[in-house]
């Protein structure tokens, strides 16, 4: 079976492949009939105090209430929030402000809703930021991180689950061990891994827990934090008494009972969705181990079946000859894939993560990342697509490529 190399590839208009849930999800049937009734009659700020605020009020409380049992924690606890940045925000500001923590712990890895906001209170004289090591993989070292705790007790730690570039799973229950062990305060953002594993935060040893909807297949614009009733924080937004003084604003109703149908919608399909999810990810990886196109190597631990999350691949291609980058060549023929985080596309810098791993710096990086709503014959074409990319790329600038379909076999 042999696949093309073709005009047809630079004309490829067949169908349009979604494959950067890292960076967001498509919104769910079932969470968007949840949130229409708040979107047009159900209307009512949830503040007022006349039927249709009561409504209101009354939806985001159930909704809370729905994500507080998720979890195995109390309602008291979650906290609704325009997103994962504001509430990392509000965790890292919360506790330096609150509990005049002088030192954190985090690692160059994290996304840069925690390294900025710690960097900013670096730069302002209120915070020492210690970074743990890694290994090349991307992997915590554990001896130093304790060793970090030992010399600089009640500090915070900041450390994400899922990394959000390699899809790096930390072991959050032996970080919060640790981490309460020399009297510290744990904050982890796990905006990568909320739908896609289960959290019973009663048994994690956590202080502050983040989670945006939009990353399982809930609306842009709302998020969560947990925060453990006894490390409280000073809010970082005033104008009014919302989410019990925490964070003012007027509640995002709509979204946040999107939020809570979708992390309802995510648990209750889990273990098929992940089953069908793992597929994909090992497939695309088994088919460029077997493809020709030499050099291919994977970045992080994002190979791994078990270091890794199943829906996150970072993959290192060479470089191609003509043309300009990979991920260029995919856009422009509808497969959305991305070279990082969303974040860091808004800037020329390139990904801090590979650089702070010093990983593959010389070569075509992209991330692909599944959902339950892509397919293996999505995978398929894009395998097809970039095998077809590699081949024309080392064509003989005087030869002509096939004129086959893209997907025909010969």
């Known amino acids: 079976m042999k696949k093309l ?15 950067d849930n890292a960076a967001t999800t498509a919104l769910d049937p079932e969470v968007l009939n949840a949130m229409i009734p708040y979107l047009t009659n159900q209307y009512g700020n949830a503040s007022s105090n006349h ?45 330096v402000r609150t509990f005049e923590v002088q030192h ?30 890694l290994d090349t993989k991307g992997n915590i070292d554990f001896e130093h991180l304790e060793n970090l705790l030992k010399y600089n007790p009640q500090t915070l730690v900041s450390l994400m689950h899922v990394n959000n570039e390699i899809g790096n799973i930390n072991d959050i ?19 990568q891994s909320i739908g896609k594993y289960k959290f019973d935060i009663s048994l994690l040893n956590v202080d502050y ?28 937004t005033y104008g009014g008494a919302q989410e019990r003084g925490t964070r003012g604003g007027t509640e995002n ?4 009972v999107g939020l809570a149908k979708a992390l309802e919608v995510a648990y209750r399909g889990l273990e098929e969705y992940r089953n069908h999810i793992a597929y994909l990810k090992s497939y695309l990886i088994e088919q460029l181990k077997n493809s020709p196109i030499p050099d291919i190597s994977f970045n992080g631990a994002s190979e791994s079946e078990t270091a890794s999350s199943y829906n996150i691949v970072n993959v290192a291609f060479p470089h191609l000859r003509k043309g300009g980058p990979l991920l260029d060549k995919l856009d422009k023929l509808d497969i959305a894939v991305s070279g990082g985080s969303a974040c860091s596309n808004l800037t020329s810098a390139g990904s801090h993560v590979l650089k702070a791993l010093q990983q593959n710096l010389d070569k075509d990086n ?16 894009i395998i097809d697509t970039i095998r077809a990319i590699y081949e024309e790329d080392r064509l003989p600038k005087n030869v002509t490529p096939l004129a086959t379909p893209l997907l025909a076999t010969a």
């Open 366 to 381: 992209i991330r692909f990342s599944f959902s339950k709503f892509n397919t293996p014959y999505e995978i398929k074409v």
């Open 104 to 133: 954190a712990i985090t690692s160059r890895i994290e996304h840069k809703a925690v390294l900025q906001t710690l960097g900013q209170f670096s730069q302002e004289g209120e915070l020492e930021v210690s970074f743990v090591q």
């Open 5 to 19: 190399v073709n005009n047809n590839l630079k004309t490829r208009k067949d169908m349009e492949i979604y494959c």
């Open 209 to 236: 827990l983040v989670g945006s909807a939009h990353k399982f297949h809930g609306p842009k614009g709302v998020g969560f934090i947990y925060i453990d009733k006894y490390k409280r924080v000073k809010p970082h």
């Open 173 to 191: 229950r032996q970080i919060g061990y640790l981490v309460k062990k020399y009297d510290g305060l744990f904050h982890t953002d796990t905006t």
């Open 51 to 95: 039927i249709f605020g009561r409504k209101a009020k009354e939806a985001v409380e159930e909704s809370r209430l729905t994500v507080a049992k998720l979890f195995n924690v109390s309602p008291n606890d979650i906290f609704f929030t325009s997103g994962a940045t504001e509430a990392n925000n509000l965790a890292i500001a919360g506790a």
């Open 253 to 256: 109703v709509a979204g946040i």
